[in-house]
Every structure is written in C-alpha cells, then in structure tokens.
C-alpha cells in the first residue's frame, strides 16, 4: 500500500507570540491522545516511533513539525483513523472539547525516575525560564520586524492599482471555479504555510503542491496585493461549497501566503523570500501583482528608501532566530536531562500499547 505523506506546521513562533491552529488541524477527528509529563525530547521520538509503525497500516499519514527544534514533531496525524498523537508539553496550550472522549491525556511521567530529576530540579527550573525570556525576545524582535514590514508595504499600497488587483483576483476566481457550485457546505482547514525556526524559516511548498494538477505562484512586492486576493479565494470557495486549504504566514498569522483547493487540485501561493520558488512543471503559472498591479517604476522611485527598510527588517528577523536559537540550545540541556531520566523499557511499552490501539481500529 502506497501511503501518502503530508508535512504541515501547526503553530508558529510569530510576530504575535505563539500561536497555533490546532483547534482546526485537529477537527473532525475522533481522538487526540495528549502526550504529557514530560518535554518533548521525549514526546517528539514517541510520535515518530508510533507514526513509523502505523505508516504501514494505513494510506495517510500527516506529519506536523514542530517550530522549535528542526526535525522534531509536534504530532501525527492518522485520518483514516480519524486518530492524531499530540505533544502537549510546554508551551503547547490545549483547549479540551470532551476530556477522556476525544482527548486521551497520556501522562507520561510513570517512565520517570523523579528522583534523578529532582536532583536536578533548579536547573531544570533556570532553563524554563531561560527558554521563556529567549522565546519572548523573539517574538518581541519578530514584532518589531513586522512593523518594518508595514513601512516596507507603504510605498506600494500608495501605488496600487486596486482596480486592477481586484480585476486580477475575479480572473483567477474564474480560473478557480468557473460557474460550478457544489450543494455542501465547505470545510475549511487552517494551518502554517511555513515556520520560523532556529535555523530560520522553513516550509514544505513543493512537497504539499507537488501532486496537484496546476499551481499559481504568485509574485510581487510587500503590499501588492497578495494575501487580499488569497482571503477573497478563501470565501470564494466557501461560498461555493469547496473545501479549501488555508495556509497563513508564519510572521504574520492575519495574513495569507496560500490557499489549495483539494476537490480542483490547485494551488496558489505567495512565492516571495523567504519561500520563493519557481515554476518547475509545464502546468506551473506565475501571476505577478508587480507587473500587473503596481505603478511602474515604483521600485526605482523608493530605491534608497527600500533598500534601508530591507537591511533593518533582515536584521530583526536576524535577532529573533538568534534568540529562538539560544532557547533551543536551552530546549536540548533540558530535553537531555529528562532523556536520561527515562525508562526505555516503559517507553516502549506505551509506544506498543498506543500501536496495538490504533492497528485493532482497521
């Protein structure tokens, strides 16, 4: 059985502080077993362990990563299941629908020997603090990067043409949908189109857009238009009853960077830094909100302006992945301390006992 793989981001270190779409990642499914009591140095290899195993049961699997330490999981998600395992450990915030029902608290801190960490006690507490300041500071200097974003835009909102950027988003509207209208109501799903992370911003565009039949990377500047015409195509679909795919911007969690309609196979995306991209197959198109939506020779005009709005919101967003790379290095002393305190023996056996679970579903 050939298994399909799906890799998203569910909350995101941003200008907004940390904030998640867990709430809509997660609906529709059945249950959400809650991994706490722990860090997760130790939740994070319990998801791959189980995700691994039930790959090759099932046809679906949906990796959600985690915006802290690259290469780690947030959770796994198994829709055929109707299943996800979820990280509930520090600072993930949960907001139960039906405790013990939907949501299966697994308290992990049985495979704990308590006294090696107790042991250790003011120094585990130092590094939570320590990661909570770095983390603030990060998001402070992602803030502020985003408040050099809004000058960066002001030049060309001033230039807009929004006649044509409307005309622009009724053609792709067209494109889109034509005059079908489905009987249903949409389903719609938020998540992250990328994340900023220790080792800066990162996505999985190509692997989310590869097997769609046609995709549309959009390209322009910081206020031409992007995310306005990304929002009209998500109530577009809605109105229409398609189920649609919103995918927000990993600085800017009010704004949009892409949108894919699964029941048409399109994409449409912001494909400017720091997730930009080019057309790589023949159905590829680009639309450019510069070319069609902006004064001509806006850039030439605010050229010196531009260029030191650039360097200062280069060096915030600079700033903020230093200190978000300063709390995982944190992240990893406090992760050891607790790997060390585990029970392998145990941690296999709920691996095993989550597994056996969720295989007597099929």
């Not at 949908?177 to 109501?185: A, M, T």
């Not at 894919?260 to 790589?280: C, N, Q, V």
Request: glycine share 6%; net charge negative.
């Amino acid at each position: 059985m050939a298994t399909k793989v799906r890799h998203i981001y569910a909350a995101g270190n941003t200008a907004r502080g940390y904030k998640t779409f867990y709430d809509s990642v997660l609906e529709g499914l059945e249950r959400v077993y809650i991994l706490t009591g722990t860090v997760e140095g130790i939740t994070s290899p319990l998801i791959e362990a189980i995700g691994n195993q039930i790959a090759r049961e099932t046809d679906e699997v949906e990796w959600i990563h985690s915006p802290f330490v690259n290469g780690q999981f947030d959770g796994v998600i198994f829709p055929k299941y109707k299943v996800a395992i979820m990280d509930g450990s520090y600072p993930r915030i949960w907001r139960p629908a039906s405790p013990g029902v939907k949501e299966i608290q697994v308290n992990l801190q049985s495979m704990l020997n308590i006294d090696q960490l107790v042991d250790d006690k003011d120094q585990i507490a130092s590094w939570y603090e320590e990661i909570f300041r770095k983390s603030e500071e990060a998001y402070q200097a992602f803030g502020e990067a985003l408040r050099i974003h809004d000058e960066w835009e002001a030049p060309y909102i001033e230039h807009l043409n929004r006649e044509e950027a409307n005309r622009v988003t009724e053609e792709v509207k067209a494109l889109f949908f034509g005059e079908e209208q489905l009987e249903k109501k949409a389903k719609v799903r938020r998540m992250y189109l990328g994340a900023a992370t220790p080792q800066g911003p990162v996505d999985h565009i190509m692997k989310l857009t590869d097997h769609l039949e046609k995709r549309y990377f959009i390209k322009g500047r910081p206020g031409s238009g992007k995310s306005t015409m990304l929002k009209k195509l998500v109530e577009e679909a809605k109105t229409r009853g398609f189920d649609v795919e919103v995918y927000h911007c990993g600085l800017d969690p009010h704004s949009l960077d892409m949108v894919i309609i699964p029941e048409k196979g399109l994409a449409i995306f912001d494909s400017t830094a720091p997730h930009e991209y080019f057309p790589s197959k023949d159905t590829d198109e680009v639309i450019d909100m510069y070319e069609r939506a902006i004064e001509q020779g806006t850039d030439e005009v605010y050229e010196e302006e531009l260029m030191d709005i650039q360097v200062r919101y280069k060096q915030k967003v600079k700033e903020a992945t230093a200190n978000l790379l300063a709390a995982k290095e944190l992240r990893d002393q406090l992760n050891k301390a607790y790997q060390d305190a585990v029970d392998q023996q145990r941690l296999k056996a709920v691996t095993q006992a989550i597994v056996s679970r969720l295989t007597k579903m099929s």
